[in-house]
């Protein structure tokens, strides 16, 4: 994956990294560009599809809807959803694998 792929994603730029906004963003536009390597258009696509795994477990979950932070390296997602019970929980992705899949690393509870 690549920056110039997740560009129409980003929400907002911080200092290291950027909070997306995949499902309006999806919903606009979803191309695949012809200047993109297959493999990094591969990447994007499975970030994509985690991404609508989790916000279909918080619809399931009756949770709110996730606040996605990438690293500016594109190499760790952070997922911030509040549960029903009002709790919030940050999930930590990275690419793994040899398919490079993005996985749950770690579970944190917000204060």
């Known amino acids: 994956m690549i920056l110039e792929q997740i560009q129409p994603f ?8 950027f909070i997306l906004d995949i499902w309006q963003t999806m919903l606009k536009q979803w191309r695949v560009s012809k200047n ?13 599809s985690k991404m609508m795994e989790i916000e ?9 809807r996730p606040i996605v932070f990438m690293k500016k390296d594109l190499q760790e997602c952070h997922v911030i959803i509040e549960k029903n019970n009002g709790e919030k929980r940050r ?3 990275h690419p793994y694998g040899y398919n490079m899949q993005w996985e749950i690393f770690k579970v944190e509870k917000e204060l």
């Open 56 to 64: 279909r477990a918080c619809v399931e979950e009756g949770d709110g």
């Open 10 to 17: 980003i929400k907002e730029t911080k200092e290291n990294g």
């Open 36 to 48: 993109i390597p297959i493999k990094d258009q591969a990447d994007l696509e499975q970030f994509i």
């Open 91 to 93: 999930y930590v992705l």
